[in-house]
C-alpha cells in the first residue's frame, strides 16, 4: 500500500527535511541542522524503516551517562529521558555536545517508487549513517530501555533519504554480532586503503582490543602490514588481545600521555608508520603524532578527536604526518568488514565476548 | 666556541626542560607543562637564539590589555610587569588565560653538535613554532616596551629543540611580509603533495582571496592542476582574486550552505577533485565534502573545522572522500611559500594590500 507523497521536490541528502536555517540562514545539511522533518509520508526517493534497535554511539552514550551520574552511580532513567528529550525536540538522536549519533536495525516498511538503495519492504536492515541525520520518531517511550547500555530496544520509525546507506543483516549471523560489527566498518575499510599505500608498513591501533581496533588490526594485516602493533590501556586487554592473535605485538600504555606512548611503540621495534586511533577518550591527538614515524599517517577514528589539538599538535612538534579525520563510509565498507569477521577467529572472539 | 653540555639526554619534543607533571601524574608536553627549564646551556640537539622582537599572540595581548585598562585607558607598564613576571615564573611566554604564546624573531646565537635544524650561528630567523612551548629568559627587562602593542622589542635568549621549527628570514622581503607569510606557509606546502598525488585534477579553494587561500591556489597551480577555482564569499573579493590571477575561476558562494557551493563550483565545469578549506569559519564541512568529487580530497586548514562535523557529515552523504586535518608543517615549507609569493606577482598584491 503505496501513501501519498509530498509534491515538493526532495534532494538526495535530506536537505528537504531540514526545518531550521544555519546561523547566516542559509540552508544546511541534516547532519548540521538543529531539527528534522520526522513527518511519515516518504518523498519518492526515501525508505522507512521500523525501528527495532538503537545503538548508540559510544562517545555520546559515555557523555550522557557521565552527565546523569550521581555518588558514582548512573541515573539511567535520566539517561532515557534526556534520550527521548533530544529525539523529541531535534527529530533525530544527535547528541548536542558530542555531535554524534549512533546507528539502528529495523526492518523495511516503505519503500519510495523512486530510491536507489535496492531496498525491499521486509528486509531486516542495519543503516549505516549516523543517527545524528536520521530523521526518528520513538513511539515507545523507550520503555524496554534501562538506560545503563548504549544498545536501547525501541518502537518507531525512521527515515533513509535518496543517498544513504543501509545494509541487509546476514542470515548467518546473530544480529547483535552483525550490527555491531556494521556500526564500526569504515575503519577497516579506510585503515585497508591506507596500508595499502605503503611499502610493508608498520601499523599500531591504538585501542586495538575494541571493535574498530580489532578489525582495523585485521584490515592492516590483509593489506600488507609488515608489523601490527595493538596498543590497549590495561594488562586484562592486553591478554585479551594477544590470545586473539589479532596483533603482532601488543603493548599497554596510556594514549593520554605522548612519550609514554610513543616509547611503548618504539619498543616494539619502531614507530608506526600507520597510526589507527580507535578508542574514544579525549586528548590522544599528541600521542598518536609523536608514536608516528615521519611520513606517515595518523587515522583518527575517535570521535572524541580535537581538530585543533591535531592540527596545533602536529605542528609544535615539526611532524610530517597526514593525519585524516576518519570518514565511516566507502563502497562495500559493510561486506568487508563482514568477510573479516568471518575469516578471523581472533577477531570474532573479541567481538563476542562484548555482546 | 662550544660550551659543556649537560649529561642527561634529551628529548627532541623539549621534555627534558619540563619541570613539572601533569594533572594525573603523566609526563607532560612543553606545551602543557607550566614550567620550563630555562638554563642557557643547550642539550646537543638543541639551537639558542638571541632574542630581538617577540610578536605576542593577538588573543593573548588583548587580554592583557583588557585585564590592566583603568578608565579606558591601557595601563602599558602594568602589562609589561605581568609579561615579565609571566616569563620569570613560567620560562616561557604562555598567556595563562588563552593558553596562548606568540612567535619570535632573533638572531642564532648557538648551534648544538647534534641539532638538525639545518641552522647556523648568525642566522637571522623567525621560530614558527609557539612562545607558549619555547624557553625563554628575558635579560633587559623589556626597557625598550611601552606595553601598549603586539610587538615586543626584547633581549634574551630562547632555546629550540631538536625538533622545532625556525625560519631564515629572507633579505629581499618586508619582514612583515616575510612573517605574514610564514604564519600560513603550511597550507600551500600540503596542497602541493596531495595535487600532486592526483592526475591533471579540479582544485577549489575556499577563502581563495585569504592569505593561505590564495598560496593554495598558487601552489596548486604549479603542482600541476588542470584548474583551479577560487571561491570568495562576496563580490568585492571576487574582483580581487579576479585581477589578481591567481584562480582560473572564481565563483560567489557561501561556505556555509553545501548546496549553493556545490552548485556554483559544479557550474565551473565540474565537482573539485580537491577542495581546500581556508576560511575561519563554522560549518563549512558538509559544503566541502558536498564539492568533491568521489575519490577527491578535502583538506581542512580551518581552525573553526569541527572534527565530528566533518567524519560525520562525509558518512551522512556517503561520500567516498579523503579527509585531511591540516598540517601547519611540512619540511621547506616556509621557503616554498615564500617562493610562491615571490614568483606570484598577483599572490604578492593580494599580500601586499593586507599589511
Redesign the interface.
Known sequence: MTESHPRTGS?P?G?HRVLDD???G???????ARRLDTRRELWPDEVRVRVETLNLDAASFRQLEGKHTVDGRPDGAAVRREVLAIVAERGKMQNPV????GMLIGTVEEVGPESSLGLEVGDHVAT???L??TPLMIEDGLERWDGLAERVPADGYAILFG???AARIPDDLAPALSLSVMDVC?APALTHRVVAQYEQPVVAVIGGAGKSGSLSLAAAARAGAQRTVGVVPGDEEAALLRESGVADDVVVA?A?????LRDAVAATGALADITVVCVDVPGCE?GAI?TTAERGTVI?FS?A????A???G??????????????????GHAAYAMDLLRSNEGVRRLFERRL
Chains 1, 2 share one sequence.
Do not use: C, H, K
Not at 593520554?256 to 609514554?260: E, G, N, T, W
Not at 578527536?305 to 585543533?308: L, P, Q, R
Open positions: 534532494d541528502t536537505l544555519g546561523p547566516g542559509q540552508r544546511v545539511l541534516p547532519q548540521a558530542t555531535g554524534s549519533g549505516l549513517v549516523s545524528s541525520l543517498r544513504s546507506i569504515g596510556d593520554r600521555d605522548p612519550i609514554a599528541g609523536l583518527f570521535m578527536t580535537s581538530f585543533s591535531a592540527a596545533l602536529a605542528e609544535g612538534l615539526a611532524a610530517d604526518v597526514t593525519m585524516l579525520v576518519g570518514n565511516g563510509y566507502a563502497p
